[in-house]
């Protein structure tokens, strides 16, 4: 026997929108077991899959055209029913991948509505920044949730997007020293609903968030000064994440340059900031900003700029 074929991730099509890219991505079915063992046997006498939840998740580096994609609180979406695609670049032997107009390549296609969310955002030190999109169908009785389709042609990648990398923290008007990873999770909790002993999903909600950013630094000495961030925690009037572009064919674009992207907020009371641990050679410190509703806003509403020096 020999290998005949190899496909490499290509990215996912959201109906019109292309997110090419990509670093991982995956489609899942989710499929749960049943699996029955007669009474006091040790062998089973019936298996098969008690219900599915299929499942894309991709990890992509255009941070820009993945947010303005979010409707709902600036962390989700409804897509639309219609064709979600993950798409696979087949190889070619002893040459290049196939062209994208070559009827050889493989997709996986979510052929209902489905949530699309944003579950984290990456960044640190070395490398680019990715953010975690998943997307979560439901069954409306017309076509199969998730279904393979080979020998396909798959749209051209487009322009190549600069992706970006960790920038500067502020807590309180005070600019973050000696940071070297940032993580922002939302924490989301997404509730999968079954009617009537339906074996996949017919209605997916968002039914909690639990915003979190963590961040490490190598200047404990700043986080203990004066201090800004508490024993017992911090209270939060502002914030801001700072994430820095890379330019073609050289270093970073500068400072100056409004080429970056900010998320950011300023509000009485908008969270709280905690420093968890301290450890490493040099010491790190890590500090968690929990983000939380406030007055009677929206509990996400921070500002998102992707154009700023």
Same mark, same amino acid.
């Given at each position: 026997?020999?290998?005949?074929? @190899?496909?490499?991730?290509?990215?996912?099509?959201?109906?019109?929108?292309?997110? !090419? &890219?990509?670093?991982?991505?995956?489609?899942?079915?989710?499929?749960?077991?049943?699996?029955?063992?007669?009474? =006091?046997?040790?062998?089973?006498?019936? #298996? +098969?899959?008690?219900?599915?939840?299929?499942?894309?998740?991709?990890?992509?580096?255009? @941070?820009?055209? !993945? @947010?303005?994609?979010?409707?709902?609180?600036?962390? %989700?979406?409804?897509?639309?029913?219609?064709?979600?695609?993950?798409?696979?670049?087949?190889?070619? $032997?002893?040459?290049?991948?196939? +062209?994208?107009?070559?009827?050889? &390549?493989?997709?996986?296609?979510?052929?209902?509505?489905? %949530?699309?969310?944003?579950?984290?955002?990456? !960044? #640190?030190?070395?490398?680019?920044?990715?953010?975690?999109?998943?997307?979560?169908?439901?069954?409306?009785?017309?076509?199969?949730?998730?279904?393979?389709?080979?020998?396909?042609?798959?749209? !051209?990648? =487009?322009?190549?997007?600069?992706?970006?990398?960790?920038?500067?923290?502020?807590?309180?008007?005070?600019?973050?020293?000696?940071?070297?990873?940032?993580?922002?999770?939302? =924490? @989301?909790?997404?509730?999968?609903?079954?009617?009537?002993?339906?074996?996949?999903?017919?209605?997916?909600?968002?039914?909690?968030?639990?915003?979190?950013?963590?961040?490490?630094?190598?200047?404990?000495?700043?986080?203990?000064?004066?201090?800004?961030?508490?024993?017992?925690?911090?209270?939060?009037?502002?914030?801001?994440?700072?994430?820095?572009?890379?330019?073609?064919? $050289?270093?970073?674009?500068?400072?100056?340059?409004?080429? &970056?992207?900010?998320? &950011?907020?300023?509000?009485?009371? %908008?969270? #709280?900031?905690?420093?968890?641990?301290?450890?490493?050679?040099?010491?790190?410190?890590? %500090?968690?900003?929990?983000?939380?509703?406030?007055?009677?806003? #929206?509990?996400?509403?921070?500002?998102?700029?992707?154009?700023?020096?």
């Amino acid at each position: 026997m020999t290998t005949t074929r @190899l496909f490499f991730p290509a990215g996912v099509k959201l109906n019109t929108t292309y997110l !090419a &890219h990509v670093g991982e991505q995956s489609a899942d079915q989710k499929l749960e077991d049943l699996t029955i063992h007669p009474s =006091g046997d040790w062998a089973p006498n019936f #298996t +098969g899959s008690k219900k599915k939840a299929p499942e894309f998740s991709v990890e992509c580096f255009d @941070l820009v055209k !993945a @947010l303005d994609l979010m409707t709902s609180e600036s962390m %989700c979406a409804s897509i639309a029913a219609g064709n979600v695609d993950l798409l696979y670049r087949a190889a070619q $032997k002893a040459a290049f991948a196939y +062209g994208v107009a070559t009827a050889n &390549h493989l997709v996986y296609r979510l052929q209902q509505d489905a %949530c699309l969310y944003w579950e984290q955002i990456q !960044a #640190t030190q070395d490398d680019e920044l990715k953010i975690s999109l998943r997307l979560a169908p439901w069954y409306n009785n017309s076509n199969a949730i998730l279904t393979a389709l080979p020998s396909q042609t798959i749209d !051209a990648p =487009g322009t190549i997007v600069a992706p970006f990398t960790l920038g500067p923290i502020k807590i309180n008007g005070t600019t973050i020293t000696g940071c070297k990873s940032m993580s922002w999770s939302n =924490g @989301l909790e997404v509730v999968k609903e079954y009617d009537s002993g339906e074996a996949v999903p017919s209605l997916v909600v968002m039914r909690r968030a639990k915003p979190v950013i963590s961040f490490e630094t190598t200047d404990p000495h700043l986080v203990h000064t004066a201090p800004l961030i508490a024993d017992d925690g911090e209270p939060v009037n502002s914030f801001a994440v700072f994430l820095r572009r890379r330019r073609p064919s $050289k270093l970073n674009y500068d400072d100056g340059d409004a080429m &970056h992207a900010k998320l &950011h907020k300023t509000a009485a009371l %908008c969270g #709280t900031a905690k420093w968890m641990s301290v450890s490493g050679d040099p010491a790190r410190v890590k %500090c968690e900003l929990h983000l939380h509703r406030v007055g009677t806003g #929206t509990l996400f509403d921070y500002t998102k700029d992707c154009a700023i020096a």
